[in-house]
């Protein structure tokens, strides 16, 4: 047991002692690359305040397209549900979802997903609560095809989904932060919730019934995102960086 302690105790010092130079090694490292891009603001922030970069937002498009095949997954739940689609994590906040639509039993929310919590998530939802696991990607067009709307909890470097669902003209709520900062335009595409209290998730799930979104500027704003802009910015930025 001495012995244990004795280790541990030196193995942190020597952690400590090593940090201020590894840290000084990567901080020139990063400085001495030409560019640097990144998805989202919110990563941006993040990269500036480590290594004092401020690297270039070059968004993602999103992968699901209108066009292909769609195919109903196998559900109860009607026309018009809400949609998730995470992985079954804890830092998902899924279960401040699960809560909401508890006390709900007139809305359905599908989830698209596995992860470690699947079990869990599974005993504790209520009938109108449907847990799919994975999907295919035919299934997944068809579920945002039809859902009502996504909701899009986490706390995520890049908000891919509502960029998926807003291809479909489907509409997001998303938590306030990271990722969904860019990918989400509040009154546009969606609407935010500032935290997970259950009440105002509730809330503006009611907003939104009240005031629905324009199915086409949705669509719209979604385009923004498109594969064509991306590779155009990326073929811009090898142009600048390679000769």
Same mark, same amino acid.
């Given at each position: 047991?001495?012995?244990?302690? +004795?280790?541990?105790?030196?193995?942190?010092? /020597?952690?400590?002692?090593?940090?201020? =130079?590894?840290?000084?090694?990567?901080?020139? *490292?990063?400085a001495s690359a030409s560019a640097y891009y990144t998805t989202s603001s919110a990563m941006s922030a993040e990269?500036? #305040?480590?290594? @004092?970069?401020?690297?270039? %937002?070059?968004?993602? =498009? =999103?992968?699901?397209? %209108? /066009?292909?095949p769609w195919e109903r997954p196998r559900t109860r739940a009607k026309d018009g549900f809400f949609l998730v689609v995470s992985r079954l994590l804890p830092y998902k906040n899924l279960?401040?979802?699960?809560?909401?639509? *508890?006390?709900?039993?007139?809305?359905?929310?599908?989830?698209? @997903?596995?992860?470690?919590?699947?079990?869990?998530?599974?005993?504790?939802?209520?009938?109108? !609560?449907?847990?799919? &696991?994975?999907?295919?990607?035919?299934?997944?067009?068809?579920?945002?095809?039809?859902?009502? *709307?996504?909701?899009? =909890?986490?706390?995520?470097?890049?908000?891919?989904?509502?960029?998926? *669902?807003?291809?479909? @003209?489907?509409?997001?709520?998303?938590? +306030?932060?990271?990722?969904?900062?860019?990918?989400?335009?509040? &009154?546009?595409?969606?609407?935010?919730?500032?935290?997970?209290?259950?009440?105002? !998730? /509730? &809330?503006?799930?009611?907003?939104?019934?009240?005031?629905?979104?324009?199915?086409?500027?949705? +669509?719209?704003?979604? /385009?923004?995102?498109?594969?064509?802009?991306?590779? #155009?910015?990326?073929?811009?930025?090898?142009?600048?960086?390679?000769?």
């Amino acid at each position: 047991m001495l012995d244990t302690i +004795r280790n541990s105790f030196v193995l942190r010092n /020597s952690v400590r002692a090593v940090t201020p =130079p590894l840290r000084r090694w990567d901080r020139r *490292a990063a400085a001495s690359a030409s560019a640097y891009y990144t998805t989202s603001s919110a990563m941006s922030a993040e990269i500036t #305040s480590v290594y @004092g970069i401020r690297p270039l %937002v070059i968004s993602p =498009p =999103p992968l699901c397209e %209108v /066009s292909g095949p769609w195919e109903r997954p196998r559900t109860r739940a009607k026309d018009g549900f809400f949609l998730v689609v995470s992985r079954l994590l804890p830092y998902k906040n899924l279960d401040r979802i699960f809560a909401v639509f *508890a006390e709900r039993p007139d809305l359905d929310l599908v989830v698209v @997903g596995t992860g470690p919590l699947g079990k869990t998530l599974q005993q504790t939802a209520t009938s109108n !609560i449907h847990l799919l &696991g994975n999907v295919n990607d035919r299934e997944l067009c068809w579920l945002y095809g039809h859902a009502y *709307a996504l909701i899009a =909890p986490a706390f995520e470097d890049y908000g891919l989904t509502p960029l998926e *669902a807003a291809t479909f @003209g489907t509409p997001t709520l998303a938590l +306030r932060r990271g990722g969904y900062l860019d990918t989400v335009s509040e &009154g546009r595409s969606g609407y935010f919730f500032e935290d997970l209290d259950v009440s105002s !998730i /509730s &809330g503006l799930i009611d907003k939104l019934r009240e005031n629905p979104l324009d199915d086409d500027e949705i +669509r719209e704003h979604a /385009s923004q995102f498109s594969e064509e802009r991306f590779a #155009s910015a990326l073929r811009q930025q090898v142009s600048l960086h390679v000769a």
